[in-house]
């Protein structure tokens, strides 16, 4: 059984910073492309974020290029989102989600497996 389990979220000032983890079970996850994605209250869930199977190479939503760092530790089958400048529009719910393909996609409908979402809540 996939389980996906994010940790970190939690409310900071604008300005700060969080780090979001994801502990993945139950699937190869040292194979898998990973995601993040967001959604705000009467929002669409939007893209974060992405990182390949090694780590090798990531993609950013334009909102978040240059403040947000999306990494893998693939001996410790985690996930990670180091969010730096944060922002009141950052406020969300932040899911973590795997793809059954070595690569990530910034299409949420592309990936297979996802957790139960943290919340980040950003002041001003």
């Known amino acids: 059984q996939v389980q996906l389990v994010e940790s970190g979220g939690g409310l900071v000032q604008a300005g700060g910073s969080l780090r979001l983890s994801c502990a993945a079970s139950g699937m190869p996850f040292s194979r898998y492309g990973m995601g993040w994605f967001r959604q705000a209250p009467g929002k669409e869930r939007e893209f974060v974020a992405t990182i390949t199977w090694s780590g090798g190479s990531t993609n950013y939503a334009d909102s978040v290029k240059g403040r947000f760092t999306i990494s893998r530790d693939n001996a410790k089958n985690t996930v990670y989102l180091q969010m730096n400048s944060l922002k009141p529009e950052d406020t969300a719910v932040y899911y973590c989600?795997?793809?059954?393909?070595?690569?990530?996609?910034?299409?949420?409908?592309?990936?297979?497996?996802w957790g139960q979402g943290t919340q980040v809540t950003v002041s001003s």
């Open positions: 989600a795997a793809r059954t393909r070595s690569w990530g996609s910034n299409n949420p409908r592309e990936y297979d497996y």
